[in-house]
């Protein structure tokens, strides 16, 4: 029943699955039921469904709520997952937010979310590949951090095969902003340090995108792994930060 409840169906249908698969599944139960307590939305919870990326790291979600805002009229969330970012958009004052997700899981739960914290007469929550129609001032997006390949559907929530999800925002950002808009990107350079994508790469898929870099908001890991020396990522995990890119068409 928890498994079911985790993976948005009560359907009591027989299914096969991994013990891997069903651990994450209970775990998965136990984070959409509890919810996670969320600092920058003034420790209201955000309850996750399985197969969607937890904000359970809030160091990231401090960056979209420490940031200047560019305009409080209008912003796009791509890759809502949750919906966490444009709830904390919506409680910093932006009147409207086109949340995106092409995940029927994710899309529910931004849904269920915003619905839940009180914030869905401003969050618009659509089905669609990265992008909505039009422009806006400020256009967000936490894509997947490491560069691999999923193998199940937890994994998906944080894995970006080929940087797929990162290069589509990047190349399309420019033609969804305004003249005087900011796109964030949100990421952390963990790929980095474990050799999956060089810096260079990702300052030259900026440039080949046709934007420029406004500025940029750092902030170091506080999960216990990055203090743990018996993870085998210790190095890379310790060494990690977490970037808010402020960025914006070189054109301008």
């Given at each position: ?31 959409r ?86 914030v ?19 256009v ?75 500025g ?13 020396t018996?993870?085998?990522l ?19």
């Open positions: 029943e928890g498994a079911a409840t985790a993976e948005g169906s009560a359907a009591a249908t027989a299914s096969l699955v991994s013990l891997r698969e069903l651990l994450a599944l209970i775990g998965a139960n136990e984070w039921r509890k919810g996670v307590e969320i600092p920058a939305l003034g420790g209201d919870r955000i309850h996750p469904h399985y197969g969607v990326f937890s904000p359970a790291r809030g160091e990231y979600v401090d960056l979209v709520a420490e940031a200047p805002l560019p305009s409080q009229e209008l912003a796009f969330d791509i890759g809502t997952g949750t919906g966490v970012l444009a709830s904390v958009l919506a409680r910093r004052g932006v009147r409207r937010i086109v949340a995106t997700d092409q995940d029927p899981r994710a899309l529910a739960c931004a849904r269920e979310n915003t619905e839940r914290l009180g869905a007469d401003r969050v618009e929550v659509v089905e669609a590949d990265l992008f909505p129609a039009g422009r806006a001032p400020l967000v997006c936490n894509p997947p951090w490491v560069p691999a390949k999923p193998t199940s559907p937890v994994e998906r929530a944080v894995y970006d095969p080929g940087n797929q999800m990162l290069h589509g925002f990047l190349t399309g950002l420019a033609a969804h902003l305004t003249p005087d808009g900011e796109g964030w990107l949100i990421l952390s350079d963990l790929a980095e340090h474990l050799g999956l994508r060089p810096h260079a790469e990702l300052l030259d898929a900026f440039a080949t995108s046709g934007l420029t870099v406004l940029r908001l750092d902030v170091t890991p506080r999960h216990p792994r990055a203090r743990d018996s993870d085998p210790h190095v890379a995990r310790a060494a990690e930060v977490t970037s808010l890119w402020r960025l914006g068409p070189a054109d301008r």
